[in-house]
């Protein structure tokens, strides 16, 4: 797709990508992010944190926008922008959520799974308090205590490998198991792919055709940048990349740098380009 002819819209995932994976700092993307917001491109994170952590950082990063929630489970779209609900949304303050996977029971399901074949090894993010989410996050306490709060992904640590028959066991309930920077998730049958094309159309369908840019950093953003036109892979702190993200993506960009030094020059150059 021709930049130039067509507005971009950047979907980028959080943690790692447009936030430092350490210290959650965005300060080095600030220029890109006011060059996208004079442009009247819209950024749009896309990410596993829940539904309320995400809103806290969409007010700290400016954005007033939609976003995509819980590893492509939700999207949340601002009522002043899509006024108009349909059948399957809930209006929730100043966004209406599309629930894209199946809430709860199947979930519980699933966390009985990993606890019969990993047992005391898994610990999972939402069985946690806030002060323990915080030390294993390093999120500051309020943030820790909104990423609890989860309705469609369960994210958990293993101490070790995975036992090798749980993703089948996991499959056979209709779930599935990703890894993304700092746990593993257990999630419905979604990713960002499907939530990042689906949201698409409904920019596009107020904006005009998009060029889609996807930014991300570990294999859970696979999709995301499948799902894109023009891709942006990060690279982890110590400056690799993540090959289960990049192995076989044609066109993909390789950012110079972790994080959101990394995000700000790639998404700078794109927008230059137009
Ligand atoms: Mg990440």
Redesign the pocket.
């Known amino acids: 797709m021709e930049i130039g002819v067509t507005l971009p819209a950047i979907f980028t995932?959080?943690?790692?990508?447009l936030l430092d994976a350490a210290t959650y700092s965005f300060d080095p993307a600030l220029p890109a992010l006011a060059e996208a917001a004079v442009r009247g491109v819209p950024v749009v994170p896309c990410t596993t944190k829940t539904e309320a952590e995400t809103r806290s950082w969409m007010d700290r990063l400016g954005l007033r926008g939609p976003f995509i929630f819980e590893n492509g489970a939700g999207i949340a779209l601002p009522v002043r922008e899509f006024p108009d609900p349909r059948p399957g949304e809930s209006p929730r303050e100043a966004y209406r959520i599309v629930a894209l996977a199946p809430e709860g029971a199947r979930l519980q399901e699933g966390k009985v799974t990993i606890r019969t074949l990993a047992g005391g090894r898994v610990e999972f993010l939402g069985e946690l308090s806030a002060p323990e989410v915080a030390a294993r996050t390093g999120l500051p306490l309020d943030l820790a205590a909104l990423a609890r709060r989860r309705t469609f992904d369960e994210p958990f640590t293993c101490d070790g490998d995975l036992p090798a028959d749980l993703p089948a066991a996991i499959a056979a309930i209709g779930l599935r198991l990703s890894r993304?920077?700092r746990f593993w998730h257990l999630h419905g049958p979604v990713d960002k792919g499907s939530a990042v094309r689906r949201l698409a159309r409904e920019l596009a369908g107020r904006l005009g055709p998009l060029t889609v840019v996807g930014a991300?950093?570990?294999a859970?953003?696979r999709p995301l940048l499948e799902a894109a036109d023009i891709a942006v892979a990060i690279p982890r702190p110590d400056g690799s990349f993540d090959e289960e993200l990049c192995a076989g993506l044609p066109f993909l960009r390789r950012a110079h740098a972790p994080g959101p030094a990394g995000w700000n020059r790639a998404i700078l150059d794109i927008l230059r380009a137009g």
Do not use: A, I, P, R
């Not at 995932?13 to 990508?17: A, I, Q, R, S, V």
């Open positions: 995932d959080l943690d790692g990508t993304g920077g991300g950093d570990s859970l953003d």
